[in-house]
C-alpha cells in the first residue's frame, strides 16, 4: 500500500516537474483540452465509461473516447497503427507484449486487481454449487479464448482445482461470456467478480474459494507516441488517484496494492 | 475496334479505385511469410478450421439450393399477397449486419428463443455452439444470394419453352426438371457460387450465433481473426487462402459478370 | 374425327368471340390481319389460355367447358403444336428434342430415340441428330418444330404461323414441304397464317378472322371469288362495296347508287374489279352509268401496271396502264371522274 502511495506521489511531483518544465507552451493540468483515445480491457466497460465522465465534467474542454475489447485485441489493435492515448489491461502479460514490441511510453503501473467467480443466469436454474458442477453433463459452460485474460485465467482456476471441463465456445472478450450466459444460451461461464455486479440482476456469482481463485493485475500505461500524452497521462494518474480508487471499489475492484 | 482515349479525370478516378483494392490485396501478399506457409498451412488447427469451413459451406449452400429453388420459383411465378413483403424478408440478411443477424437466430433458435425453446424442451435439441449452428448462420445469410439469382433467372427465361414442352405431353415436375432448370442452369450456379463463397466468409453471425471452438464451429474466418492475436504471421496465410477461393469464385462467375466472349 | 370449338375470351384489349370446326381430312387456314386473334384462339384450343365461356371437344370429348368447368390441362391433350418461333429446347440437340414429346408421355428411351430418329429422316435431317438448335438454318429449324409435334402422333395438329420466321426465297421451298407433310398427317390441321398466299397454297378450307370474330369461311376459291370483308378484298385486290340492291341498282350504305345488271333484292355485296374502273379528266358522256367524281389518294407502280386510289362518293382502286397515267397527268390530289359499266359490276349476298 504504501509504496503504491511512494508511486502516486512520484507521478504527481513528475507530471508537475513536466508541465512546469515544459515552457511556456506547456498546458497545466487546469488547461488540458483536447481528445485521448482510452483503449481498455472488456472488464472495465462499466468502470471506466463512470470514471470517464466524472473526469470530462471535472475538466470541461476534454474528451475521452473508449475502446473496449479483449486485451489481446486491442493490442493487435494499437500494434497495427491504431491511435490509442492509454492502454489498460486485464493481465500483465498483454502489457508486457506492449513493451517487448516498443509500444509503451514510460513505465506501467498497476491500478487494480480482480478476482474471478463463477456466473449464471439469475436464478441459478441448473443449481451450480461450486467448480466441479461445471462438469456435471448437460451444463454448457463457455469461457474466453486463453490469450484473453479472463479466459487465461479461467483455465489457471480451473487447473488449481483439478476440474476438466470443455468449453463449448472460446469467446473474444469476457462480455460476450456474459452476455450468452445472460441471454440463456450458456449455463456458466468464468468472469470477475466486477462483470456479475455491472450485469446486475440478470446473473448471478457463485463464488470460487479462494484458495483455488487467481488474483487479475491490471496495470496501465501511455501508449508511445500518444497524440494527446498530457490528457493521457492526467486519466492516468486520476485512475491512480484516492478518488479514482475508490470508484473503481464501489464497482468492485481490489485495491491497486 | 479502336481505342478510345481516356478522358484525364476518368483514368484517374479509375486508377485511385482500382489501386483501392489492388493495394490491400498486394499488402496481404507481400506480408505474408512464405517461408512459413507450408507450416502455418499445414498446422491442425488450420486443417480442422479448413475442413469445418467447407463442410459447413458446402452444406448451407445445399440448404440454400434445396429451399432456395422453390421460394425463388414461387417469387417468380406466383402471385400472392404479401409476396413483397416476404421477398423483402428473405432479401433482407443481404443488407442486415452480420452480428444482427446472428442475435436475430439467437433470439429465435436459441436455448430460449421462440423455436429453440421448443426443441430444447421436446428433444433437447440445442443449436448454439453446434456444427449444425454454424450452417444455420451460414445459411441464413447465404439463400439470399442464392434466391434473387434464381429468381431473376426464372423471370427472365423464355417461358414459352414451357408452354412448349406442355404441348408435348410434359407434367409440371418433368417440365421444370427437363426445361426450366436446365435454361436457368446459370443462374443457379451463379447463384449456388455466390451462396457458397458467401457462407464461406461469415463471421460475425456465426461467432454469435455458434460460438467458437476449433473442431466444432471454429471456422476459417473466425480462426483468421483469433490468430490475429496470437500469430499474425499465420493469419496472414489463412487470409491468403481464404482470398484465393475468393478469386476463383470470381473466375468460375467471370463470364456473368462482364459478359460472355 | 372432328373439332369443334367455340370459344368466348378476352385478353388484353381482344375480345375473341368465335366458333370453329374441323372435319376429318380438311386443312383448316385461319386467315386474318394482326391482331385479329389468331394465335389466341389456336392457343385456347390448345389450353393455353382459358376461355371464359364456349367449349373445345376433340372427337367427342371435352377438352374444355366454361359451363361444366371441365377442362383437361394441355399436357393431357392428344395435339402437337409447332410455334411461330419454333421453340426448339436449346440445351438439347436436335434428336432429344424430336423425342421429348414421346419421352414426355412415358415411351421407353430407346424407342423414343428410334422413332424420332425415323421422323427426322422423314424432314431429311437425319445427319443433325446430334446437332444443336442454334446450329441449324431457319428452315432446317422449322422442319425439326414440324417432326418434333408429329412425332408423338397427335389428333390434332396447330400450327402458329409455320414460315412466318422464314425470309422469302426458302419460304416457297419449306411450304411445298409442309404441304407434303400435311397431306400425309392423318390428324386434324389447322394453320395460323396472314399470309394469303400461305392459306390458299396450304389449305382446303380458310377461315377469315377479324378483330376477334369470324368474318367469312369456305375453300380458298369461294372466299376470293367472293370477298365478305375490306380485309379479304384488299387481298385479293379488288374493290368491295356493300349496299342494298334493288332491280338493277344498289343503294350503297354511303348513299350513292350503284348500277349493277346482277342486283335483285336484299343485302349484298358488290365487287369491281380495278381494271375494270375507267378513268377520265372530264366528266365522261356516253353509256356508262357509274359515274363518280374523285380525288387521288395515291399512285402506286405494281408490277407493270398502275394502281391509283381514287377517295371520293365511291371510292375505288382503279388499275390503269402507265400510259394513260401519263395521258391522263394523274397526280396525288389531282380531281378526276371514275366511271365502270353496270355489267362489271359482281353482286352478291351479304
Keep these: ?257 | 475496334m479502336r481505342r478510345e482515349r481516356v478522358p484525364i479525370v476518368v483514368a484517374v478516378l479509375a486508377t485511385i479505385g482500382a489501386a483501392f483494392f489492388i493495394l490491400p490485396l498486394l499488402g496481404l501478399i507481400v506480408r505474408s511469410p512464405w517461408g512459413d506457409a507450408i507450416k502455418a498451412l499445414t498446422a491442425p488447427e488450420t486443417i480442422e478450421a479448413l475442413k469445418l469451413s467447407m463442410i459447413a459451406s458446402l452444406s448451407a449452400t445445399l440448404i440454400g439450393v434445396v429451399l432456395g429453388v422453390p421460394l425463388a420459383w414461387v417469387f417468380a411465378r406466383v402471385e400472392f399477397p404479401g409476396r413483397n413483403l416476404l421477398r423483402a424478408l428473405t432479401t433482407l440478411p443481404m443488407v442486415l449486419p452480420p452480428v444482427v443477424g446472428g442475435i436475430a437466430l439467437l433470439l429465435a433458435f436459441g436455448r430460449r428463443g421462440l423455436v429453440g425453446s421448443w426443441l430444447d424442451t421436446t428433444f433437447g435439441i440445442t443449436l448454439p455452439f453446434t456444427t449444425a449452428g454454424v450452417v444455420m448462420a451460414e445459411t441464413f445469410v447465404a439463400m439470399p444470394f442464392l434466391i434473387i439469382t434464381v429468381e431473376a433467372g426464372l423471370r427472365s427465361m423464355d417461358r414459352r419453352y414451357e408452354e412448349a414442352a406442355r404441348t408435348l405431353g410434359a407434367k409440371r415436375w418433368r417440365v421444370f426438371t427437363r426445361v426450366t432448370l436446365p435454361l436457368i442452369g446459370p443462374s443457379l450456379f451463379a447463384g449456388a457460387v455466390l451462396c457458397w463463397a458467401r457462407a464461406l466468409g461469415e463471421f460475425g453471425a456465426t461467432i454469435t450465433f455458434a460460438g467458437n471452438f476449433p473442431g466444432v464451429t471454429q471456422t476459417m474466418p473466425l480462426a483468421v481473426y483469433l490468430l490475429l492475436e496470437t500469430n499474425q504471421e499465420a493469419s496472414y496465410i489463412l487470409s491468403l487462402v481464404l482470398l484465393l477461393i475468393s478469386l476463383l469464385v470470381l473466375v468460375a462467375l467471370r463470364h456473368r459478370w462482364l459478359g460472355s466472349a | 374425327m372432328s373439332l369443334d370449338a367455340a370459344v368466348r375470351l378476352t385478353l388484353g384489349a381482344l375480345a375473341l368471340d368465335i366458333g370453329l370446326a374441323i372435319e376429318e381430312g380438311e386443312v383448316v387456314a385461319l386467315l386474318g390481319p394482326n391482331g385479329a386473334g389468331k394465335t389466341t384462339l389456336l392457343r385456347a384450343i390448345a389450353g393455353l389460355v382459358p376461355i371464359t365461356s364456349g367449349h373445345v371437344r376433340l372427337d367427342g370429348k371435352v377438352l374444355e367447358d366454361a359451363a361444366t368447368g371441365d377442362y383437361v390441362p394441355t399436357e393431357a391433350r392428344p395435339i402437337g403444336f409447332v410455334f411461330q418461333d419454333y421453340l426448339l429446347f436449346p440445351h438439347l440437340s436436335v434428336l432429344d428434342n424430336v423425342s421429348f414429346g414421346l419421352r414426355s408421355r412415358g415411351t421407353p428411351p430407346r424407342d423414343a430415340s428410334e422413332k424420332a430418329a425415323r421422323w427426322l429422316e422423314l424432314v431429311g435431317l437425319n445427319s443433325y441428330a446430334r446437332a444443336k438448335p442454334n446450329e441449324l438454318s431457319g428452315g432446317q429449324r422449322q422442319r425439326v418444330a414440324l417432326a418434333r409435334a408429329l412425332a408423338p402422333d397427335p389428333r390434332l395438329l396447330l400450327l402458329d404461323e409455320p414460315l412466318a420466321a422464314l425470309d422469302v426465297t426458302t419460304r416457297a421451298e419449306v411450304r411445298r414441304d409442309l404441304k407434303r407433310h400435311l397431306a400425309s398427317f392423318p390428324g386434324l390441321r389447322l394453320v395460323v397464317t396472314h399470309d394469303p398466299i400461305e392459306a390458299v397454297a396450304l389449305a382446303d378450307r380458310l377461315v377469315v378472322m377479324e378483330n376477334g370474330k369470324l368474318v367469312q369461311t369456305g375453300t380458298p376459291g369461294e372466299v376470293t371469288e367472293r370477298p365478305r370483308s375490306q380485309y379479304v378484298a384488299d387481298l385479293v385486290g379488288v374493290n368491295l362495296l356493300a349496299g342494298h340492291a334493288d332491280h338493277g341498282l344498289v343503294h350503297l350504305t354511303g348513299g350513292s347508287v350503284v348500277a349493277a345488271a346482277a342486283a335483285e333484292s336484299g343485302e349484298v355485296f358488290a365487287v369491281i374489279h380495278p381494271r375494270a374502273v375507267a378513268l377520265h379528266q372530264r366528266r365522261p358522256e356516253g353509256s356508262p352509268r357509274n359515274v363518280w367524281p374523285g380525288r387521288i389518294k395515291g399512285v402506286e407502280m405494281m408490277g407493270g401496271r398502275v394502281r391509283v386510289r381514287i377517295a371520293g362518293d365511291v371510292p375505288v382502286v382503279a388499275e390503269v396502264t402507265p400510259a394513260a397515267l401519263k395521258e391522263l397527268n394523274l397526280d396525288e390530289g389531282a380531281e378526276v371522274w371514275l366511271s365502270f359499266k353496270a355489267t362489271d359490276v359482281g353482286v352478291y349476298p351479304a
Excluded: W
Excluded at chain 1, 159 to 167: H, Y
Design chain 1, 1 to 257: 500500500m504504501g509504496r503504491m502511495r511512494n508511486r502516486v506521489l512520484l507521478v504527481c511531483v513528475a507530471t508537475a516537474l513536466v508541465t512546469a518544465c515544459g515552457g511556456s507552451a506547456a498546458p497545466t493540468a487546469t488547461t488540458l483540452s483536447g481528445t485521448a483515445f482510452i483503449f481498455a480491457a472488456a472488464s472495465l466497460t462499466d468502470s471506466f465509461k463512470a470514471l470517464g465522465t466524472a473526469f470530462q465534467t471535472a475538466h470541461p474542454g476534454t474528451a475521452l473516447q473508449f475502446n473496449f475489447a479483449g486485451s489481446p485485441t486491442l493490442v493487435t489493435q494499437i500494434e497495427q497503427g491504431a491511435s490509442a492515448d492509454v492502454f489498460a489491461s486485464a493481465d500483465i502479460t498483454n502489457m508486457d507484449k506492449m513493451k517487448t514490441d516498443g509500444f509503451t511510453a514510460g513505465t506501467s503501473q498497476v491500478f487494480a486487481h480482480n478476482k474471478l467467480t463463477i456466473v449464471v443466469a439469475a436464478g441459478n436454474p441448473r443449481g451450480i454449487t461450486g467448480l466441479a458442477d461445471l462438469a456435471k453433463p448437460g451444463v454448457i459452460y463457455i469461457t474466453a479464448a486463453k490469450t484473453v485474460p479472463a479466459g487465461k485465467y479461467a483455465l489457471q482456476i480451473l487447473a488449481n482445482s483439478g476440474v476438466k471441463v470443455t468449453p463449448r465456445s472460446l469467446e473474444t472478450d469476457v462480455k460476450s461470456v456474459v452476455g450468452k450466459i445472460q441471454l440463456g444460451e450458456a449455463d456458466a461461464g468464468i468472469v470477475y467478480t466486477t462483470d456479475v455486479i455491472a450485469a446486475g440482476s440478470k446473473v448471478q456469482g457463485v463464488p470460487i474459494p479462494d484458495s483455488v481463485n487467481v488474483i487479475a493485475t491490471y496495470p496501465i500505461v501511455t501508449v508511445k507516441g500518444a497524440r494527446n500524452a498530457e490528457l493521457a497521462d492526467a486519466f492516468i494518474a486520476d485512475v491512480l488517484s484516492a478518488d479514482g480508487q475508490a470508484k473503481l471499489k464501489s464497482f468492485g475492484f481490489l485495491p491497486a496494492s
